[in-house]
């Protein structure tokens, strides 16, 4: 079993930033991968970033790349979503989640373990 807490949430303005910070424990961190996905009203839970276990490969969803990053520290078992540039359309409940494997994945069918989620909202 696996727990995955988020923190970081909160209020921006567009052009702000924030480190939203998941903090998980239950069994080795470093052997998995992580991501970050959110899901904002009416829409359906996407893909933002991941990260594999080892730390030195990084994918990111087309509308967040070159704005957010996705780094992880393994002695804290934390990984952290970096989100700079905020746009109101960034505006979500984001969820981390631990995958099944140890390299990056954009598929949600391969976490198994999931947070309860943060919320983010961006003014515009």
């Known amino acids: 079993q696996v727990q995955l807490v988020e923190s970081g949430g909160g209020l921006v303005q567009a052009g702000g930033s924030l480190r939203l910070s998941c903090a998980a424990s239950?069994?080795?961190?470093?052997?998995?991968?992580m991501g970050w996905f959110r899901q904002a009203p009416g829409k359906e839970r996407e893909f933002v970033a991941a990260i594999s276990a080892s730390g030195g490969s990084t994918k990111y969803a087309d509308s967040v790349k070159g704005r957010f990053t996705i780094p992880r520290d393994n002695a804290k078992n934390t990984v952290y979503l970096q989100m700079n540039s905020l746009k109101p359309e960034d505006t979500a409940v984001y969820y981390c989640?631990?995958?099944?494997?140890?390299?990056?994945?954009?598929?949600?069918?391969?976490?198994?373990?999931w947070g309860q989620g943060t919320q983010v909202t961006v003014s515009s």
């Open positions: 989640a631990s995958a099944t494997v140890p390299f990056t994945t954009a598929q949600a069918m391969r976490y198994t373990y």
């Open positions: 239950g069994r080795t961190f470093s052997s998995n991968a």
